[in-house]
């Protein structure tokens, strides 16, 4: 599923690609954008910046036009070289900007409007986002901030929460709990504020891990599977998500999972390694047990 770092490549690779380039084509499957683009067409525009905004994509075009699209589960964009067969069927396309040497598609996509920087401003979700995980400069006091004014919710719901901070997604939301040590079930306002830092840090260098292309300055439109473990091998990947009923890989008590929040999203934890109580209601044995934990 498209989580921030997916989003930062594709972006990336986008824009490597495409920008400063002029468009050639532009067509669509929705009819709110070939409306647009039948009044302000967007063929003879320079495409001048790709960037991903939490789980957000946006590309945009010279004379103030600007393309935003949300993949939300199943949604993806793909590069071809012009006349590249493409890998999925045309049915799924929803939208493809195409230069002299590139078509850029999206399949699937299932949220995809024009906007102009006034109105990107005024009515959309981007502005409302937290501090973005993957951006220049993540402002990590105000990520800090956000999640303590969500006290009263439960950890692993505040942690998907885009307005607190911008890029993570499911699995994640279960890695970060897990490196940090804390029960995704409880209430933010129990964490101390070493937990918070952690949770707030490893939630940075994680996504970060996930978008570096060790490439150098070529195009990368692939990369491997997502990983917190520093592991290659795909059943390795991961601390807990998806590892329900195996042992845990740091204390070997059993992975569990329940579902979580509105949405009634999958959540994955070890008991052991995240206890219920906060680090200060934790005996002191304990606690020195746990305040010596490696944190992956």
């Known amino acids: 599923m498209p989580e921030g770092d997916t989003i930062f490549r594709s972006a990336r690779a986008l824009h490597q690609a495409l920008a400063g380039h002029k468009v050639t084509l532009f067509e669509t499957a929705y009819a709110p954008l070939a409306s647009v683009n039948d009044q302000t067409p967007v063929a003879g525009r320079t495409i001048e910046q790709v960037e991903a905004r939490g789980k957000w994509l946006l590309i945009h075009f010279s004379g103030d036009l600007i393309l935003v699209t949300h993949m939300r589960m199943s949604g993806s964009w793909h590069l071809y070289r012009v006349g590249e067969r493409w890998q999925r069927s045309r049915r799924e396309m929803r939208a493809v900007v195409a230069t002299a040497e590139f078509e850029a598609v999206a399949f699937n996509v299932p949220v995809a409007k024009f906007y102009t920087a006034d109105t990107l401003a005024r009515h959309s ?7 973005d995980l993957l951006g220049a400069e993540f402002a990590e006091d105000e990520a800090k901030a956000r999640l303590l004014a969500h006290g009263d919710q439960e950890i692993a719901n505040v942690l998907l929460n885009q307005r607190v901070m911008a890029g993570l997604g499911n699995v994640y939301k279960s ?41 150098g300055e070529g195009i990368v439109t692939y990369a491997s599977g997502r990983t917190t473990r520093h592991a290659m091998d795909r059943e390795e990947r991961l601390w807990v998500y998806r590892r329900q009923g195996e042992e845990c890989r740091r204390c070997g008590a059993v992975v569990m999972m329940r579902k979580q929040g509105v949405q009634v999203r999958s959540t994955y934890w070890c008991p052991e390694c995240q206890p219920w109580v906060g680090m200060g209601d934790v005996p002191v044995g304990d606690r020195t047990r746990i305040q010596q934990r490696k944190i992956s």
């Open 125 to 131: 979700e981007i502005p409302k986002l937290g501090p």
């Open 175 to 215: 890695e970060v709990a897990f490196a940090a040590g804390v029960n995704p079930f409880r209430a933010l306002r129990t964490i101390t504020q070493r937990e918070m830092e952690v949770m707030v840090d490893v939630a940075q260098r994680y996504m970060k891990a996930n978008v570096t292309d060790g490439k």
